[in-house]
């Protein structure tokens, strides 16, 4: 089995897993809100060392490459880019909201749900949502139906959905449901789940089976929205 190391900063969360054989990865991942820099490359070591392995013997290295929080998700890419660079190893570019999904169809809830449409929708700020529609399929992944968007809260569409995801919900509430109410009245809801690095890995562990890995100097972050703060003109009619 292969052994890859995962990463994810691109939320307040610092998240890393290292694939382990047969045996369960593990995981060190802690809300950290700024603090991810001082916590990221230590955690790195503490699990090669508990695996007993160097970073050269990795077969790759997985990062969530966002949409997410700017200035984590730079950080996130500027350390797989060292690390993989000196050790020589491919990486495995994963979006935020694909790892999500990827966690989302093994938890009780979903299974029980018997949904096979489903959307992610991801707190954004700026009054803004991330979202992606996903299917179930034959493989172990969902299939993700199109690109990931940005739009307003009322803009996900929800049509034709059987579950919905994602910090969304209790940020923006009936606004996300404007156009499909109904779905409020159903219990096929996680406003809970985020980013892992096990989402990461997961995502990354199918790549690797493809043979989808990536050179690291092709490696740059996945910007969905090109302004990331609003002017002040901008945040005092957002308020008045």
């Given amino acids: 089995m292969t052994h890859i190391l995962a990463i994810d900063t691109s939320s307040a969360w610092c998240s890393v897993a290292l694939s382990l054989n047969d045996a369960a990865p593990i995981v060190r991942h802690q ?3 700024a603090g991810a820099s001082q916590l990221l490359l230590p955690w790195i070591q503490e699990l090669l060392s508990e695996a007993s392995i160097e970073l050269a013997d990795l077969d790759g290295i997985a990062i969530g490459v966002g ?3 700017f200035t984590g998700v730079r950080l996130g890419v500027a350390a797989v880019q060292g690390l993989a660079t000196a050790a ?3 990486v495995h570019p994963v979006a935020s909201l694909d790892a999500i999904a990827s966690q989302l169809v093994q938890t009780s809830a979903f299974i029980a749900s018997g949904a096979q449409s489903f959307v992610i929708a991801v707190d954004a700020r700026m009054e803004e949502v991330y979202w992606a529609s996903y299917r179930v399929g034959i493989t172990r992944l969902p299939a993700r139906q199109g690109d990931i968007h940005l739009t307003a809260p009322e803009g996900v569409e929800l049509t034709q ?4 995801a994602g910090s969304a919900i209790a940020e923006f509430g009936d606004r996300l449901f404007a156009s499909t ?8 809801l996680d406003s809970t789940i985020g980013v892992n690095a096990l989402g990461v890995l997961t995502c990354a562990q199918d790549m690797w089976s493809k ?5 690291v100097h092709l490696l740059e ?3 969905i929205r090109n302004k990331v703060a609003l002017t002040s003109i901008e945040r005092s009619l957002q308020h008045g």
């Avoid at 043979?211 to 050179?215: A, I, P, Y």
């Fill in 67 to 69: 949409p997410g929080a």
């Fill in 211 to 215: 043979g989808m890995q990536e050179d």
């Fill in 161 to 164: 959905i059987d579950f919905v």
């Fill in 181 to 188: 109410p109904r779905i409020l009245a159903g219990t096929h």
């Fill in 221 to 223: 972050p996945l910007y």
């Fill in 31 to 33: 809300k950290v809100s």
């Fill in 88 to 90: 020589r190893l491919p």
